[in-house]
């Protein structure tokens, strides 16, 4: 497990990491109480990775179209 707090790590990262988690949970060779905070730091990993594709979304989202299909500029986000 990584020392890099889930809150500061890139989406790259965090999918990285949750990989290694999942795979050490699946095989089984961990004891309970290792168990239990991997799959509290998995938790939190893949709400992490699900915040960040959100924010990625809402970016592609915002981005504007010419008739020709070119990126012309951002809409205005709601909320900003």
Same mark, same amino acid.
């Given at each position: 497990?990584?020392?890099? /707090? @889930?809150?500061?790590?890139?989406?790259?990262?965090?999918?990285?990491?949750?990989? +290694?988690?999942?795979? +050490?949970?699946?095989?089984? =060779? @961990?004891? &309970?109480? +290792?168990?239990?905070?991997?799959?509290?730091?998995?938790?939190?990993? *893949?709400?992490?990775?699900?915040?960040? &594709? *959100?924010?990625?979304?809402? *970016?592609? /989202? /915002?981005?504007?179209? =010419?008739?020709?299909?070119?990126?012309?500029?951002?809409?205005? @986000?709601?909320? &900003?």
């Amino acid at each position: 497990m990584s020392d890099v /707090a @889930v809150d500061e790590m890139s989406f790259e990262a965090a999918m990285a990491e949750l990989e +290694q988690v999942l795979g +050490q949970l699946e095989r089984g =060779d @961990v004891a &309970l109480d +290792q168990s239990i905070t991997l799959y509290e730091r998995g938790a939190a990993l *893949k709400a992490r990775c699900e915040a960040k &594709l *959100k924010e990625a979304e809402e *970016k592609v /989202a /915002a981005i504007t179209l =010419d008739s020709d299909g070119n990126p012309t500029g951002l809409k205005p @986000v709601e909320g &900003l």
